[in-house]
DNA sequence: TAGTGGTCTAGACCACGGT
DNA sequence: CCGTGGTCTAGACCACTAG
């Protein structure tokens, strides 16, 4: 299970079982996860690690701790509808639902000399007989650091999943600004709506753990992406 | 300094007392905190719990750990502009400004056989000779939970210092949802804006700690107000 | 009362940054 | 090399929840 002479952190190591095993649904929404002390014996480790682990899935809204009762899985929490575009497939799952993606645009272009793909994609959820449109994001990724990515055929496959098997590299870190924009007649048919609205819309940068520079993004939202925050007041 | 027969975690009480130095200016951009070690010996308590006050305060932004240098005050980070509109002064504080706040309706009403105090306030930073408007804040607050609230004056006195120091009653957690609005004219008159365009609005609950419901809140954002985001990709 | 998570101690060893 | 933060151990006591 967990490799005590690998260099990730055995809180890390323990943290991606537990993610994977609440997202693959082998804890189910509402279900308590082992308690601390039993995944001591399970793991062979301190229940300091435990917490740890525990507390960023807490922190990442996956799960919930809770006093004299134990953690809780939150599938459909509060925060689930957040700015995690990043994991669609994972937000998906959590409205039980298949993530769909449709290529609008794929073309290489150079700029400055260097050559870049511009990646335009529609992201929705379907479920049964209705698919729902959520997001047109447009990526901007240097063929410098993904020579060939062109090749690939993104309407099956995860870009970031893409990046981390195939290029072996890690995105970690989004800056994004948020703003308010209003519809164009071209979003609007994209997106199937009926009339001009104003709407959300996200632009940014991808980092690596070390600061390099692998993607920038645009992402317009659709009335159906419902932005919920929740936060803690600092006194 | 630290009281060890308190109720309030030791953890949260150098939370508190170090968020104050930093804001207050004891320790400015980009200086270093005094290290882990000389905390302890400071502070009389151990590592682990110098560290989660110190984790905390990084979550929030204010502070960044930094492998093998430090611990660095950050004020003006990446993270300054997000939803911390509740700590309107250290935003302000943070911009090396002042802040400003103009109340534009102040009435009583009931509903429901309780009675509500709303509140209109135009809030805005203020440097030199110039004023920037940022937020209009709506707020709707019980009478039952703050009697005699609207005797005040909010134009001087902060609304969650009166909710703290008056009432001894903590906000503790907003539940929001974010949306794109169209401007009206009544906005742009009162933000100051030239011509209508797509704005952003927020809108939700403030709890304290124990869930009781304390204000239901509207903001509306200026363009001025930059939205920025920054996250971690979990994987 | 038994079991859970919340806080805290007093250590240890390591990886990183700069001298 | 030393000082920094990062991880981890093996305990302890407490507060909360529920039967």
Request: net charge neutral; proline share 4%.
């Amino acid at each position: 299970m967990l490799n005590k002479n690998d260099v990730i952190p055995l809180y890390v190591q323990l943290k991606r079982i537990l993610r994977s095993q609440i997202l693959n649904g082998v804890f189910k929404e509402m279900d308590l996860l082992p308690s601390e002390t039993q995944l001591m014996k399970e793991y062979q480790i301190t229940r300091t690690t435990i917490r740890k682990a525990i507390a960023e899935l807490n922190k990442e809204g996956l799960v919930q701790q809770v006093h004299g009762k134990g953690t809780y899985v939150r599938l459909r929490e509060t925060k689930d509808t957040v700015w995690n575009f990043q994991s669609f497939s994972d937000l998906a799952r959590r409205h039980n639902q298949k993530p769909i993606t449709k290529v609008l645009e794929k073309e290489t272009y150079s700029k400055d000399g260097d050559h870049f793909l511009k990646l335009v994609r529609l992201r929705g959820l379907k479920s049964e007989e209705t698919t729902t449109w959520m997001t047109i994001d447009t990526s901007h990724l240097p063929l410098k650091i993904f020579p060939n990515l062109e090749a690939n055929n993104f309407s099956s496959t995860s870009l970031y999943e893409l990046m981390r098997e195939t290029y072996n590299i890690h995105p970690h870190y989004t800056n994004l600004n948020i703003e308010p924009m209003m519809s164009t007649p071209l979003i609007c048919d994209r997106l199937e709506l009926q009339e001009e609205q104003p709407l959300l819309r996200s632009s940014g940068i991808v980092l690596t753990e070390s600061n390099v520079e692998i993607e920038r993004i645009e992402i317009i939202y659709s009335p159906n992406f419902k932005f919920k925050l929740s936060q803690y007041i600092h006194s």
